[in-house]
């Protein structure tokens, strides 16, 4: 099943902080964290496994409840750069399939 | 590394014709994947390969059909095209030593299709 990720849509201004969340129905293996911006191909940000391990991007921060199947992704100080589509997706135990949310929009203004 | 190219960019087609989007990468990854995006929508997975000659179904394969020759190259076929077809294709790749849920997917520019 698709991850739902909430908000569908928040409008940042620079400096301000934001969490994007991913919820899942099904058991998880790992997260991943990608942004898109408009007319470009998605970009990785971050990968969260099962028992705690992380990879992905310094300057961005998430976290993953593995009871609850969930994650969140902790956007702080945004920069104008930060604007743009953020997915979620997920991989259930065995699987070699990346199921992606619908995404949120963020938007930074000055 | 030129990493994953797509071709073309941009086409269009009739309802009924036939077209490949063509997939490269040089990084000598063993997992490829075919998305499409349509707006709003997110990625929906059409077909994958684990490594050269073995692919499988992904969430929307209908209409579609890949072939993998070589570790390279991951062709997507579309054989009649129908309206419902027109999106944006993604093709990716990622190396795994076991679990594909913890490497990467790196990412092609896309191609756009519109089907007339």
């Known amino acids: 099943q698709q991850p739902v990720q909430s908000p569908q849509a928040v409008i940042l201004r620079e400096g301000e902080d934001a969490v994007i969340n991913c919820s899942s129905s099904?058991?998880?293996?790992?997260v991943h964290w990608y942004r898109q911006k408009h007319g470009e191909a998605p970009v990785f940000l971050m990968i969260?496994?099962?028992?705690?391990e992380q990879k992905g991007h310094e300057k961005i921060s998430a976290s993953f409840n593995e009871k609850k199947q969930q994650s969140s992704l902790y956007l702080t100080a945004s920069q104008l750069s930060y604007s743009g589509t953020y997915f979620c997706?997920?991989?259930?135990?065995?699987?070699?399939?990346?199921?992606f949310g619908k995404g949120t929009k963020l938007s930074v203004i000055p | 590394n030129a990493g994953v190219t797509q071709t073309p960019k941009f086409r269009i087609l009739k309802i009924g014709q036939s077209m490949t989007l063509q997939c490269t990468q040089d990084m000598n990854h063993n997992y490829m994947y075919w998305y499409r995006q349509d707006p709003g929508m997110g990625l929906k997975l059409i077909y994958y390969s684990v490594g050269a000659g073995i692919t499988d179904k992904g969430e929307v394969p209908n209409g579609y059909n890949v072939s993998r020759s070589t570790t390279e190259d991951f062709p997507l076929r579309l054989e009649l095209a129908a309206p419902s077809q027109t999106s944006v294709y993604f093709c990716a790749s990622s190396y795994s030593r076991g679990g594909a849920g913890e490497e990467t997917q790196y990412f092609g520019p896309g191609t756009r299709l519109l089907v007339l």
């Open positions: 969260l496994l099962k028992g705690g």
């Open positions: 997706g997920t991989y259930g135990a065995g699987s070699y399939q990346l199921t």
């Open positions: 099904k058991a998880l293996y790992s």
